[in-house]
C-alpha cells in the first residue's frame, strides 16, 4: 500500500454508497481495505479505456476525472465530470461481469484511485458471504436504476421522434 493510511482508507470507504450497510463495522472495512489497492494516475490518463477488457472497480480519492463516451461516428462527448468530493466510485460493474467497458474514464487532474480487484472481491466474497451479498445487492440497486432511467430516456426519444415525423407530415 503506499502511504496512505488504512484508518484514511476505511474513513473514504464510509462515504462510499456501496459499503453503507459497514459504515460502523470495522471488521468488515478491514477487509475491504485489505483487497485495495492505491492506483495513481496523472492529468490526461485514461483511467478506464471504452471497449477494454476490465476486471477491477475504483473509488476516486483525490482529484477530478470526466466519464466519457464514444458515439457511432467515434466522436468522444463527455457524459460527467466527478470530483473527489463527491464520494463516487466507477467501472463497479467489472466486479460482476467480464465484459467490455461500456465508458472511458479521464483524468482531468492528478488522481489517486483505491482500486479493488474482481478476483480478490469474488475471494472476500467467498470467505464472507455478507460481506459480498451487501454489496452485490448495492450495485444491484444501481443497476436497477440505471435500468430505469434509460428506460424512460428511450421513451422520451421514442415520444420526441413520434411527435418530428408527425409534425413533418411524413
Same mark, same amino acid.
Given at each position: 500500500?503506499? &502511504?496512505?493510511? *488504512?484508518? *484514511?482508507?476505511?474513513?473514504?470507504?464510509?462515504? $462510499?454508497?456501496?459499503?453503507?450497510?459497514?459504515?460502523?463495522?470495522? =471488521?468488515?472495512? +478491514?477487509?475491504?481495505? =485489505?483487497? $485495495? +489497492?492505491?492506483?495513481?494516475?496523472?492529468?490526461? +490518463?485514461?483511467?478506464? !479505456?471504452?471497449?477494454?477488457?476490465? &476486471?477491477?472497480?475504483?473509488?476516486?480519492? *483525490?482529484? %477530478?476525472?470526466?466519464?466519457?463516451? %464514444?458515439?457511432? *461516428?467515434?466522436?468522444?462527448?463527455?457524459?460527467? #465530470?466527478?470530483? #473527489? /468530493?463527491?464520494?463516487?466510485?466507477?467501472?463497479?460493474?467489472?466486479?460482476?461481469?467480464?465484459?467490455?467497458?461500456?465508458?472511458?474514464?479521464? =483524468?482531468?487532474?492528478?488522481?489517486?484511485?483505491?482500486?479493488?480487484?474482481?478476483? /480478490?472481491?469474488? !475471494?472476500?466474497? +467467498?470467505?464472507?458471504?455478507?460481506?459480498?451479498?451487501?454489496?452485490?445487492?448495492?450495485?444491484?440497486?444501481?443497476?436497477?436504476? %440505471?435500468?430505469?432511467?434509460?428506460? %424512460?430516456?428511450?421513451?422520451?426519444?421514442? #415520444?420526441?421522434?413520434?411527435?418530428?415525423?408527425?409534425?413533418?407530415?411524413?
Amino acid at each position: 500500500m503506499s &502511504d496512505i493510511s *488504512k484508518e *484514511k482508507i476505511k474513513e473514504k470507504l464510509k462515504q $462510499i454508497s456501496l459499503f453503507k450497510t459497514f459504515k460502523e463495522d470495522d =471488521a468488515a472495512l +478491514d477487509k475491504f481495505t =485489505a483487497i $485495495i +489497492d492505491i492506483v495513481n494516475f496523472q492529468k490526461g +490518463d485514461y483511467i478506464i !479505456k471504452e471497449g477494454d477488457q476490465g &476486471d477491477e472497480m475504483f473509488i476516486l480519492n *483525490k482529484g %477530478r476525472v470526466s466519464v466519457e463516451k %464514444r458515439t457511432l *461516428k467515434d466522436d468522444s462527448y463527455t457524459v460527467v #465530470e466527478l470530483t #473527489e /468530493s463527491m464520494h463516487v466510485f466507477f467501472g463497479e460493474l467489472a466486479l460482476m461481469d467480464s465484459d467490455v467497458r461500456s465508458a472511458s474514464v479521464v =483524468a482531468l487532474s492528478d488522481c489517486e484511485c483505491f482500486s479493488i480487484r474482481k478476483d /480478490s472481491f469474488e !475471494k472476500l466474497g +467467498d470467505e464472507d458471504t455478507r460481506l459480498g451479498l451487501y454489496v452485490t445487492r448495492e450495485i444491484a440497486k444501481l443497476l436497477s436504476t %440505471r435500468l430505469r432511467n434509460a428506460n %424512460r430516456d428511450n421513451i422520451t426519444l421514442f #415520444e420526441a421522434l413520434v411527435a418530428e415525423i408527425e409534425g413533418s407530415g411524413a
